[in-house]
């Protein structure tokens, strides 16, 4: 079972690669470390004293952007397109269960997203740090594991709230829906809300299981402290299971014809 699911993994990750998917990944890469350097190729950084900047701040600061970003480009419809391409019913085909496959999606499209996060963040940083010896970077290695680590599982979050408007929602529909949910999420309940919500208890669990930022908070923090706050860690976990079992519920129950032409 286990050499099974690794086996679907890696075929996700051939599908999700794609030559194109390579090109734009390197293409952006380079680009975004050209523009980490051209500052001090352009004498454009003054010449600072003592100034010191965290390195795990500055990532979370990066990542937190670009992490909702690589899963709109990764996850966006990723049952409802495979379901329309007859992808599912071929898998299916060969004696694979659906949570195996639906787990298989998961992983592969949570990896993709890491590998993004270090070509786009970490990598760009490491090279600005490099090329502008005028600020000085502090490395707390502990603190910068766990910023990817949590940003890592942040994604997953995301990826697995994807997935379970797709099993419902297809194309464009499932990107709307999960833009509207990360607009509700950073505008609404993390702003116009959010004095109401923490001192509601109703609004607490609702902003805490349907809006979490348990994982984000937690990396703040690890950026901050380079500790793990486990109260923010907490409810990320929970809100994690929740998005991963409805989806995978409502996976279950899609009707899929393994035996039609």
Request: net charge negative; proline share 2%.
């Amino acid at each position: 079972m286990k050499s099974k699911l690794n086996m679907l993994i890696k075929i996700e990750l051939f599908r999700v690669w794609t030559k194109k998917t390579i090109i734009v990944t390197v293409a952006l890469t380079l680009a975004a470390i050209i523009i980490s350097i051209l500052p001090a190729w352009l004498g454009l950084i003054p010449d600072f004293k003592d100034v010191t900047v965290d390195f795990s701040q500055t990532l979370v600061d990066i990542l937190k952007v670009l992490v909702p970003f690589s899963v709109f480009y990764f996850a966006s419809a990723i049952i409802s397109e495979d379901i329309k391409n007859h992808w599912i019913r071929t898998i299916l085909t060969h004696a694979v269960s659906k949570q195996d496959l639906y787990i298989s999606k998961i992983v592969s499209t949570g990896l993709s997203v890491f590998i993004i996060m270090l070509c786009l963040g970490v990598l760009p940083l490491a090279v600005f740090d490099v090329s502008v010896p005028a600020i000085d970077f502090n490395y707390e290695f502990t603190g910068i594991v766990l910023v990817l680590v949590l940003l890592f599982l942040e994604g997953l979050m995301f990826i697995s709230i994807s997935a379970w408007f797709s099993c419902f929602a297809g194309g464009f529909m499932n990107v709307f829906l999960l833009g509207c949910w990360l607009f509700l999420d950073n505008v609404v309940i993390r702003g116009v809300l959010q004095i109401w919500l923490q001192n509601n208890t109703a609004g607490s669990l609702i902003s805490d299981f349907f809006f979490p930022s348990g994982f984000g908070e937690a990396a703040i923090a690890a950026g901050n402290s380079g500790g793990m706050v486990w109260e923010f860690s907490a409810w990320g976990f929970a809100a994690l299971a929740l998005f991963l079992t409805l989806g995978l519920i409502h996976f279950n129950r899609i009707n899929i014809d393994i035996n039609s032409d």
